[in-house]
């Protein structure tokens, strides 16, 4: 429905009339939120291509909903990578070493899964495995992740990963916030030992800030690097 609204112009005599749409506003607002949501889920990483923090945390939360005690959810941080990043190849080493990483998580989480890079050399899953194969999974993710990687041509770099996973099961819940945070603090538990750790109800209750757990480098900040 269109209006029109009479203002007298300050120069000269005439006035001016503006034809305008009367749009509810607030529908606008909720419409411009909505648009706003999608577009943050459906942002990917320029480098690796996996989702980011946002779109990963939708499409968790789905797979944690759907599937309950059959989730399992994993923090994923690399092991010494500053000094890949420091080193000969500097940082476009780093670079192929992430990407590399991200193509190893895709395959092993399958189309289902969920995958995200949620800081410098940090990723997370969200995925479907049942209770019997989590520990055989999580090797496997070890082993596949500790494959050299070819950052120039025929130079290989030594990698690892510590692996930390979380589910519904163990832990009583199915909120992907306390899950990642106990992944997280798993992670911490077994950092460098070259063995993914699941956790348990002691990890669930680690300190944290901005969920994460408190002392680490970043917790101060979202998404900063360990």
């Not at 120069?11 to 506003?25: D, E, K, M, S």
Request: proline share 4%.
């Amino acid at each position: 429905m269109a209006s029109t609204v009479r203002v007298q112009a300050p120069i000269g005599q005439r006035a001016l009339f503006i034809t305008t749409l009367a749009v509810p506003l607030t529908g606008w607002t909720v419409h411009a939120v909505s648009l706003h949501r999608k577009l943050s889920a459906a942002r990917r990483d320029p480098l690796t291509g996996l989702l980011g923090r946002d779109g990963f945390t939708v499409k968790a939360r789905q797979i944690t909903d759907r599937y309950g005690d059959h989730a399992l959810v994993g923090i994923v941080d690399l092991d010494h990578f500053k000094q890949i990043n420091d080193g000969p190849g500097g940082h476009a080493a780093g670079d192929r070493v992430l990407a590399a990483t991200a193509q190893r998580l895709t395959a092993w989480a399958g189309s289902r899964g969920a995958v995200g890079r949620i800081g410098g050399d940090e990723f997370a899953f969200a995925v479907r495995i049942g209770p019997a194969r989590r520990e055989l999974r999580l090797a496997q993710l070890t082993q596949l992740l500790a494959q050299p990687v070819e950052v120039d041509d025929g130079v290989l770099v030594d990698v690892a990963a510590s692996i930390g996973a979380a589910c519904p099961d163990i832990l009583g819940t199915t909120d992907l916030s306390l899950l990642q945070r106990a992944a997280d603090a798993a992670m911490y538990a077994g950092k460098h030992t070259g063995r993914p750790v699941l956790a348990g109800a002691q990890h669930a209750t680690v300190p944290s800030i901005n969920g994460r757990r408190a002392g680490r480098p970043g917790t101060d900040t979202l998404g900063a690097a360990a």
